[in-house]
């Protein structure tokens, strides 16, 4: 028999070794997260799949269930944060969803939607970020990277090529590509790379595919990101 | 053809009254007149006072984003930049021709539009005008108003746009700034269910259009004296035709005329536009004013939109608005009408066109196709025309080998009608406002004749870094004291 813990009142089994997230989500409990795959070792950078365990918080992603934990996680103080730090990540980069192709497709908006984001707040950045064009299958657009690290890990850990690093420190952190010339033309990144399908954003885009896809059959015109913890789990 | 009353001789010593910002129209533009103490007019300018960008800030994207990015430079008539912009990047991909499905969903959701947009224009913005007069009671001259007053035709006016936008929802996904159109085709076709359920009303929708059409000639026909003189100016006119001669908003090649009708060009392929058309720009306007090459800066500048399409086509392949354009072409006996109210009038005729256009799709099972996409040789630089429904929209673009633009050039319709309309308005100020006591009644006649052709304000101020600024420290005498330019 699988021991238990309580999120938001409901009793949730786990077997020994799971993470909260990993729990709660088999559970059918949706926990916000970004830098968070299920495919990959748990970074614990974004925070918000930040809950509160016995009173304290913690992230979700990072920290193992154990029996009789009380977990808070779909409260308003919670969600506020949670909200707080999702419009950091818009004000950092530049995510115009008017005319963005992952629209729809994209974790960090159908995020927003979920916490009920209705403006930025914060004083956007508007940082210069060109977009990395070179290769004849991918393009790479910077501006919209919320630095989760998911293609780093997935190039590293699973295609074995090391392509992407996160390069700098604090709030000045960017992703890079490994290359000479910095461009990803001259790497030996492919769209078979597991890293081309990891970006939970619109940073790693399959060329001349975008909008492919009409309006009403996105990802989350289908359903919300509450509803998806199986697309999740499948790996977005 | 002249550029009468663009500039005073002496500005300093005249009054300025604005109508800031002019109502009723889409965008924000002002119109600043010069008056001497006898209340004589000296000067009259229409300015666009917005500054948007789009040409710019779109250099360095993916191509296959333009479509959906540039339609955002306008909210009533979006679908026009998205499908010019998709003609133009077919041309990038090597979509030579696209499949028969992809066309009639594309020109399914053109016309569509063209109807929600005439529909808005007329019994929205213009309507109150036309009912209740010029210089009736400023509380009821709306919308409001009218529907107070003529319930039925506030209601039809509704719901005739409301049909527009439903046929824009079920080919572009939404009903403002949706994504149908891609590069090389379409990404959706029509379920049955959606096809159905506007064949169910497009019925009414054709018989109420032909009423519109009735109910302007009526008004147009009762009172000649002011309708064929408001606003008055001569001027070439351009559109494009489509096969045959035939009007078409979605494709053809681009015909002019002069004045009394004559070509000047036609069959010319819209790829080579430039070679036709020249944009010159002037220090206190925003928005560029375009000419026809061959006849130069002061006798080469033209109009657009519904009264040039109506004249310039041989015919209209649907029957009653066929019917409809010989009972114009006949009223006008036999030569070019140039009175922009005559806009109006042609502008209802295009609206039943549209909806016997969208009839004829919906009865056609290209619509319910999967067979949405092509692809061929890419190139690198593409042009894309279509008639908007306030005219004739260029686009181009120029890509790189990695698929980023390089260059665009958009000259949108109201641009087209630039030297248009601030002639119309300088004829009304000369007409009614000259030496009399000015009234707000008398500044809505300025008004009527820029709302007759429909400008949108906001479209046609999407340059950046090209447009000459000129900024003027003017004492209390009205002496410049400093001035700085950019050009």
């Known amino acids: 028999m699988s021991q238990t813990f309580i999120i938001d009142g409901k009793t949730v089994p786990f077997e020994e070794g799971q993470t909260i997230i990993q729990a709660a989500t088999k559970a059918g409990v949706f926990i916000p997260h970004l830098c968070y795959h299920p495919d990959f070792k748990p970074h614990g950078s974004c ?14 992603c990072t920290m193992r269930a154990m029996a009789g934990m009380v977990v808070e996680s779909d409260t308003e103080e919670i969600n506020a944060e949670r909200r707080a730090l999702t419009q950091m990540l818009f004000v950092e980069g530049n995510h115009f969803c008017p005319s963005c192709e992952q629209s ?99 940073v790693i885009l399959r060329k001349r595919k975008g909008f492919a896809v009409p309006i009403g059959e996105r990802t989350y015109d289908k359903q919300p990101i509450s509803g998806t913890v199986d697309a999740v789990t499948e790996g977005h | 053809m002249t550029y009468n009353l663009e500039t005073a001789e002496h500005p300093e010593k005249l009054r300025r009254v604005a109508i800031d910002p002019v109502s009723r129209v889409e965008g924000h533009g002002k119109v600043t007149i010069l008056l001497d103490d006898q209340n004589k007019v000296h000067q009259v300018r229409l300015h666009i006072v917005e500054f948007r960008g789009f040409e710019k800030f779109i250099q360095g994207r993916p191509y296959w984003e333009v479509p959906v990015m540039v339609q955002r430079l306008c909210g009533i008539c979006p679908v026009s930049h998205h499908l010019a912009a998709s ?52 509380t009821k001259r709306n919308i409001v108003g009218v529907a107070a007053a003529h319930p039925e035709i506030a209601k039809r006016g509704v719901l ?57 000639q009526k008004v147009h026909i009762q009172d000649p004296g002011l309708y064929n003189s408001f606003g008055i100016f001569r001027s070439n006119f351009m559109s494009i035709v489509g096969h045959n001669g035939d009007l078409d908003f979605y494709h053809g090649t681009l015909r002019a005329r002069d004045d009394n009708g004559k070509l000047i060009f036609d069959d010319v392929d819209y790829q080579q536009y430039d070679k036709y058309i020249e944009e010159e720009v002037r220090p206190w306007s925003y928005m560029k004013f375009p000419f026809f090459k061959s006849l130069g800066r002061e006798h080469g500048w033209y109009k657009v939109g519904p009264l040039a399409r109506v004249q310039n086509c041989d015919q209209i392949s649907t029957p009653f608005a066929e019917h409809e354009r010989k009972e114009f072409v006949d009223y006008a006996g036999g030569s070019p009408m140039h009175a922009p109210l005559a806009y109006h009038w042609t502008r209802m005729i295009e609206m039943l066109h549209a909806a016997e256009v969208i009839k004829d799709l919906l009865h056609d099972d290209d619509l319910l196709s999967d067979d949405l996409m092509v692809e061929g040789e890419r ?27 390089t260059m ?11 030297q248009a309309m601030n002639e119309a308005v300088r004829h009304v100020a000369r007409r009614y406002l000259h030496g009399r006591e000015v009234t707000e009644g008398l500044l809505n006649h300025i008004e009527v004749a820029i709302r007759a052709f429909d400008p949108c304000l906001s479209c046609a101020t999407h340059a950046l870094g090209k447009m000459p600024l000129a900024v003027e420290l003017v004492d209390p005498e009205g002496n410049v004291v400093h001035s700085l330019s950019r050009s």
């Open chain 1, 47 to 60: 925070k918000l799949c930040t809950v509160k365990v016995n009173g304290r918080q913690t992230a979700s």
């Open chain 1, 104 to 202: 729809g497709n994209c974790q960090l908006q159908a995020t927003a939607y979920h916490l009920g984001m209705m403006s930025p707040h914060y004083d956007h950045f508007f940082p210069n970020r060109p977009v990395d064009a070179s290769h004849p299958e991918v393009l790479l657009d910077f501006n919209r990277c919320i630095l989760c690290s998911l293609c780093v890990r997935a190039s590293r850990d699973v295609d074995g090529k090391n392509v992407f690093a996160l390069s700098g420190r604090g709030i000045t952190t960017h992703l890079i590509v490994n290359a000479k010339s910095g461009q990803l033309a001259d790497t030996n990144f492919t769209l078979d790379d597991k890293a081309a399908h990891v970006c939970p954003v619109g």
């Open chain 2, 87 to 138: 003609k133009a990047l077919d041309v990038i991909v090597g979509a030579k021709r696209l499949t028969p499905a992809a066309e009639k969903l594309r020109r399914l959701m053109h016309y569509g539009q063209m109807l929600q947009s005439h529909a808005l224009h007329f019994f929205h913005l213009c309507s109150p005008d036309l009912l209740f007069g010029f210089d009736s009671d400023i």
């Open chain 2, 160 to 216: 005739l746009r409301k049909f527009g936008q439903e046929v824009i929802r079920v080919t572009a996904g939404k009903r403002v700034h949706g994504t149908g159109a891609v590069p090389g085709g379409m990404n959706k076709s029509l379920t049955i269910a959606e096809r159905d359920e506007l064949l169910k009303d497009i019925y009414h929708i054709v018989s109420w259009s032909r009423d519109a059409v009735h109910l302007i």
């Open chain 2, 379 to 405: 190139k690198m630089e593409g042009v894309g025309v279509i008639e908007a429904p306030r005219g004739t929209l260029f686009h181009h673009y120029r890509v790189d080998e990695n698929d980023l633009i």
């Open chain 2, 408 to 418: 665009a050039n958009l000259i949108v319709s109201t641009t087209n009608n630039n």
